[in-house]
């Protein structure tokens, strides 16, 4: 199972960006999440979207970021606005499938106050 997490950069407060995370149909179309992590902190779940695309947020992000399948383009995104300068952190997407997880490669997010 691949990942592959796209859409970080730099981004001032109050921005916005939008992560992709691209896999195959198969595994897009289960339970996928998003994590970020800062230095010295454990992973913690941002978003996550199931199969019947029921979403859950954490409490920091919630009326911020969305999470969404796109089925033309096989992705998972998480559009990100009002972006706060602690929101910065490596942001890495993960797929559940037969109760195994996997994880895509981290991406960046800078947000300047």
């Known amino acids: 199972v691949q990942l592959q997490a796209s859409g970080g950069g730099l981004a001032q407060a109050g921005g916005s960006l939008t992560l992709s995370c691209a896999a195959s149909?198969?595994?897009?179309?289960?339970?996928m999440a998003w994590y970020r992590q800062t230095p010295g902190t454990q992973r913690e779940l941002v978003a996550s979207?199931?199969?019947?695309?029921?979403?859950i947020y954490a409490d920091s992000v919630k009326g911020r970021f969305t999470i969404s399948r796109d089925d033309a383009k096989n992705t998972v995104d998480l559009q990100m606005t009002s972006l706060k300068p602690e929101d910065t952190a490596v942001y890495y997407c993960k797929a559940v499938r037969r109760g195994f997880s996997f994880w895509g490669q981290g991406t960046l997010v800078t947000v300047s106050s």
């Open positions: 149909r198969t595994i897009v179309s289960g339970f």
């Open positions: 979207i199931d199969s019947d695309s029921i979403t």
